[in-house]
C-alpha cells in the first residue's frame, strides 16, 4: 500500500522560498499524479499543483507564478518550491496522489505545518 | 475556470439523522469528475465519493452520492459519531482540480 510523508521546515521567513518534500513509500512513483494540496489555519483546501510522473506539471493559476514541482525517480519523491511567501502562505502542506486512470486523490500524507514568519 | 459553492456552511444534527450536502458547479460539470472528501480534525483527507456515485473501498453504505449537471449532492442516510467532521466536493477539468469550500457536519 502506497503511503506518503511530507518533510521541510516548518518555519520560513517573508520573502523566501517554501521547499517541501514527499517521500513516496510502499510503491513506484510511476503511472501517478502527485500533488500538493494546502490548508490555511481554520479554512478549506485548495489545491497547488500537480506532476505526472513523466514530468508533465499543471499549477493552480493563482500560485502559478510562484510554484514549482519537482520529481526525483531514483529517490521515489517530488517536491514543493513556492517563492515570495508571505504571512497568506501558512498552512498545513499535503501531498496526494492519483492513479494516471482516474479523477480523484486516494492517498495522502498526514500533512505537515508550515509557517510564514519573521 | 469551475468554481465549486457548498452549502450549508454548516449543518447542525443529532446522530441518527439524515444529512443532505449541496455542492454546486459555476457550469455543468461531468459527473464522472466530481469528488467528495471527509476531514476530521487534525487528520487528512479522505476519499469518499468519486464519479459522484461510487464508494471508495471500506466506504459504509450510508454515504451516497447523487447528482448532474451542475448540482451535487452528498448524504448520509442515519449520521453515526464518527461522521461529524467536514465535508469537500472536489472537482476535476481542463487538468486543474477545485474544491468547494466544504461543509462542516456538527453535533447539534
Known amino acids: 500500500q502506497v503511503q506518503l510523508q511530507e518533510s521541510g521546515p516548518g518555519l520560513v521567513k517573508p520573502s523566501e522560498t517554501l521547499s517541501l518534500t514527499c517521500t513516496v513509500s510502499g510503491g513506484s512513483i510511476s503511472n501517478y499524479y502527485w500533488s500538493w494540496v494546502r490548508q490555511p489555519p481554520g479554512k478549506g483546501l485548495e489545491w497547488i499543483g500537480y506532476?505526472?510522473?513523466?514530468?508533465?506539471?499543471n499549477y493552480n493559476p493563482s500560485l502559478k507564478s510562484r510554484v514549482t514541482i519537482s520529481l526525483d525517480t531514483s529517490n521515489n519523491q517530488f517536491s514543493l518550491r513556492l517563492t515570495s511567501v508571505t504571512a497568506a502562505d501558512t498552512a498545513v502542506y499535503y501531498c496526494?496522489?492519483?492513479?494516471?486512470?482516474?479523477?480523484?486523490?486516494?492517498?495522502w500524507g498526514k500533512g505537515t505545518t508550515v509557517t510564514v514568519s519573521s | 475556470e469551475i468554481v465549486l459553492t457548498q452549502s450549508p456552511g454548516t449543518l447542525s444534527l443529532s446522530p441518527g439523522e439524515r444529512a443532505t450536502l449541496s455542492c454546486r458547479a459555476s457550469?455543468?460539470?461531468?459527473?464522472?469528475?466530481l469528488v467528495w472528501y471527509q476531514q476530521k480534525p487534525g487528520q487528512a483527507p479522505r476519499l469518499l465519493i468519486y464519479g459522484t456515485s461510487s464508494r471508495a473501498t471500506g466506504i459504509p453504505d450510508r454515504f451516497s452520492g447523487s447528482g448532474s449537471g451542475t448540482d451535487f449532492t452528498l448524504t448520509i442516510s442515519r449520521l453515526e459519531p464518527e461522521d461529524f467532521a467536514v465535508y469537500y466536493c472536489q472537482h476535476y477539468g481542463s487538468f486543474l482540480l477545485t474544491f468547494g469550500g466544504g461543509t462542516k457536519v456538527e453535533i447539534k
Open positions: 506532476i505526472y510522473y513523466t514530468g508533465i506539471t
Open positions: 457550469q455543468s460539470i461531468s459527473s464522472s469528475y
Open positions: 496526494a496522489g492519483r492513479d494516471e486512470y482516474f479523477y480523484y486523490m486516494d492517498v
